[in-house]
């Protein structure tokens, strides 16, 4: 049980002792955090003891009595704002007034706590004042985690566009100076391998794109009764280049309507990425058989590829962003390396599943589940 740190400043030992017993013993919960939280209770008998434990160790709250026997506790308060104490302030005070409320509210005090008090009242008042300093914790810690995601993310990406980008310089650069003479064919493998690290980051720009738009919630979906048969077909036709190339069959085994409610533009997405990638890491003149059934309210999808497969330690880190698997096999293959977690985020949208069985040399095999939204 997560603990904040309070500390409890009054020059009245009785007032000092009972505060303590009612918030030693107070646990409380906070709507959708699943902590439940108390107070350590640390005591200071007058203000220049406050400010010698406040500049030695770090507190969640102090509450502060407002007339001390050496200092105020708005003079405390003035410390804890010009030092920047990360302390929350509740003052409490047997003398009451709208001027010393507007005084203690201007100096940072949290809350206001107007002596004699109940036990409850102090609850009350605690709870929300420790209410306050969880979820103002979390914001914080979620905004670092946020900037460091921003860091690393851009990190890769730079990491990822700079070898195509140096790739390409370094080809027109040996064009531009006519390295190679001036007969044009000459040339022709170095404008192939350029168009090609071209094409890649384009691919990474658009897959980009996309899993921005899965993840924003911005993307406007358009939910329709879409037949699969069809954008599995126009999504084969799409990816036949690349299997003529290689040699590879692409097989459809399913009825000629599988009806789901669905994203066609979404549906056209995940089938892309699940072909693309099954004729991608294939062997030469291998196979691809897509298998799509329905059956009670689900629709299963199934793309079994005779291709190069996976080791156990590869495929737990394949739903990753940026993850390419590198091996002896896979160190001519290009890609972006977010296919697949894109893949993922949209089989969550329609509360499906998806898994995954590869034997290294062997070939893999995709296991989806959608429902009809």
């Given at each position: 049980m997560p603990n904040l740190k309070l500390l409890l400043v009054d020059d009245e030992s009785g007032m000092r002792r009972g505060a303590s017993k009612s918030l030693k013993r107070f646990n409380f919960q906070i709507q959708g955090i699943n902590d439940?939280?108390?107070?350590?209770?640390?005591?200071a008998s007058s203000g220049m003891e406050a400010l010698r434990l406040l500049e030695k160790s770090a507190y969640d709250i102090a509450l502060l009595d407002y007339?001390?026997?050496d200092i105020t506790g708005l003079e405390i308060l003035g410390t804890i704002k010009e030092k920047e104490y990360s302390v929350l302030a509740v003052m409490m005070t047997?003398?009451?007034?709208?001027?010393?409320?507007?005084?203690?509210?201007?100096?940072?005090?949290?809350?206001?706590l107007a002596k004699p008090f109940t036990p409850e009242e102090l609850r009350s008042v605690m709870k929300k004042a420790g209410t306050n300093v969880v979820l103002h914790r979390r914001a914080r810690k979620l905004e670092e985690e946020k900037k460091k995601v921003r860091f690393q993310f851009l990190s890769i990406l730079a990491?990822?566009?700079k070898a195509p980008l140096n790739a390409v310089e370094g080809y027109l650069r040996v064009i531009d100076d006519r390295v190679a003479g001036?007969?044009?064919q000459s040339y022709d493998k170095m404008l192939k391998r350029s168009l090609s690290r071209l094409g890649g980051m384009r691919k990474l720009i658009f897959d980009l794109l996309d899993l921005t738009r899965i993840e924003s919630g911005q993307k406007v979906r358009q939910i329709a009764e879409t037949n699969l048969v069809d954008i599995v077909k126009m999504?084969?036709?799409?990816?036949?280049?690349?299997?003529?190339?290689?040699?590879?069959?692409?097989?459809?085994?399913?009825?000629?309507?599988?009806?789901?409610?669905?994203?066609?533009?979404?549906?056209?997405?995940?089938?892309?990425?699940?072909?693309?990638?099954?004729?991608?890491?294939?062997?030469?003149?291998?196979q691809v058989d897509i298998t799509i059934t329905q059956s009670e309210g689900l629709t299963n999808i199934a793309i079994a590829d005779s291709g190069i497969g996976m080791k156990p330690e590869e495929k737990e880190r394949l739903f990753g962003e940026f993850v390419r698997l590198k091996n002896e096999k896979t160190k001519n293959i290009e890609g972006s390396g977010l296919g697949l977690s894109i893949l993922k985020k949209l089989v969550s949208l329609y509360d499906?599943?998806?898994?995954?069985?590869?034997?290294?040399?062997?070939?893999?095999?995709?296991?989806?589940?959608?429902?009809?939204?």
């Open positions: 439940t939280f108390g107070f350590d209770v640390t005591e007339k001390l026997r047997a003398y009451a007034s709208l001027e010393i409320a507007i005084s203690a509210t201007k100096n940072g005090a949290f809350d206001f990491h990822e566009l001036n007969d044009i999504s084969i036709e799409t990816n036949a280049p690349s299997a003529d190339k290689k040699g590879v069959t692409v097989k459809l085994h399913s009825s000629n309507n599988i009806l789901l409610n669905g994203d066609s533009g979404e549906l056209e997405i995940m089938f892309n990425n699940l072909i693309s990638n099954s004729i991608k890491y294939n062997k030469d003149n291998g499906g599943e998806i898994s995954v069985k590869s034997e290294f040399e062997v070939g893999t095999t995709f296991n989806i589940t959608l429902k009809s939204l």
